[in-house]
Every structure is written in structure tokens, then in C-alpha cells.
């Protein structure tokens, strides 16, 4: 069974930087795309990014982290880790992350989601 557990989330000012990571276990993260979903109050979860399973320099992300956000894996640890700065208080979210289709930002498992980790900026 897939367990992904998220860490790393705290309160920052606008313009700082935080540092998310996702351990997963019941996975293998050298055969597995892996990606980044955050979800704010009232809206639906949306796709961040992904890094695919083939190699760690191909990643994808969402327009609105372009160039902010880095995605970046250890298969050796089993965990993805989401470097994320110039933060804005529109990056308030729960972060989540999830194994992917690398082309289509769908999660590719029916488990379920992790407990997420609580992102909050302020401005």
C-alpha cells in the first residue's frame, strides 16, 4: 500500500523561501514520475509540478510557479522534495504530492492522498 507523508510547510512572509518534502513508501520512486498538488481553501487541488521517473533534469510545472519552484527527487531516500521561493500569499495551499503520469499531471494510483503539509504566506 502507497503511503506518502508530507513535511516541510510553515508560515513565511511574502518573497521567502520554504523547502517541502514527501516520503513515500509501498512505491519506488526510480520506476515512478512523481509530482506536487496543492489545494486552497474553496478551491480544487491543482497541479505544481513533476519530475519524471526516466530522469531527474525533466520536470514540469504549472505556469504559475514557472521559474519560482524547483522539484527535485533522491531515489535513495525514496523522497521528493519541493524548493519553493519568492513565495506569494497566492501560494497558500495544503502541498501534496503524489506519483503522476509525467505528461498528463494525473495522479496514476487509486491510494489515497497523504496528510499534506500547510503552506502559508503572508504579505
Known amino acids: 500500500q502507497v503511503q506518502l507523508v508530507e513535511s516541510g510547510g510553515g508560515l513565511v512572509q511574502a518573497g521567502g523561501s520554504l523547502r517541502l518534502s514527501c516520503a513515500a513508501s509501498?512505491?519506488?520512486?526510480?520506476?515512478?514520475?512523481m509530482g506536487w498538488f496543492r489545494q486552497a481553501p474553496g478551491k480544487e487541488r491543482e497541479f505544481v509540478a513533476a519530475?519524471?521517473?526516466?530522469?531527474?533534469?525533466?520536470?514540469r510545472y504549472a505556469d504559475s510557479v514557472k521559474g519560482r519552484f524547483t522539484i527535485s527527487r533522491d531515489n535513495a531516500k525514496n523522497s521528493v522534495f519541493l524548493q519553493m521561493n519568492s513565495l506569494k500569499p497566492e501560494d497558500t495551499a495544503v502541498y501534496y504530492c503524489?506519483?503522476?503520469?509525467?505528461?498528463?499531471?494525473?495522479?496514476?494510483?487509486?491510494?489515497?492522498w497523504g496528510p499534506g503539509t500547510q503552506v502559508t504566506v503572508s504579505s
Open positions: 519530475i519524471s521517473w526516466r530522469s531527474s533534469s525533466s520536470t
Open positions: 503524489a506519483p503522476v503520469n509525467y505528461y498528463t499531471g494525473q495522479r496514476t494510483d487509486v491510494g489515497s
Open positions: 509501498g512505491l519506488t520512486l526510480s520506476t515512478n514520475s
